[in-house]
């Protein structure tokens, strides 16, 4: 799979994990924060996001390390950890 494959799969993953209503994945940009300033996400977002990465590609991450913000970064970010960590 492409690195830009595996972004757009990424990106509709957030959509779909999050139930973000009115967001297509070419709403979001591949380096933009997604917490914060950029896609707005928060810590209940942080959550379900690693609930539906362990569902669906099999990755635990722990809930609060620089690790995590650094794997929750961007979904580029997030695109290069599942990437380097797939077991599916």
Known sequence: MTTGTLLQEVKAFIIETLDLEDV???????????????????????LELGVG???RY???ISTESEETRQIF?????LA???AAHRTQ
Request: aromatic fraction near 6%; charged fraction near 30%.
């Open 80 to 82: 290069d950890f599942i």
């Open 58 to 60: 099999g990755l635990k």
């Open 73 to 77: 970064a961007s979904a580029r970010a």
């Open 24 to 46: 297509a994945p070419a709403d979001i940009d591949d380096d933009a924060p997604l917490f914060g300033e950029g896609l707005g996400l928060d810590s209940i977002d942080s």
């Open 53 to 55: 990465l362990q569902k």
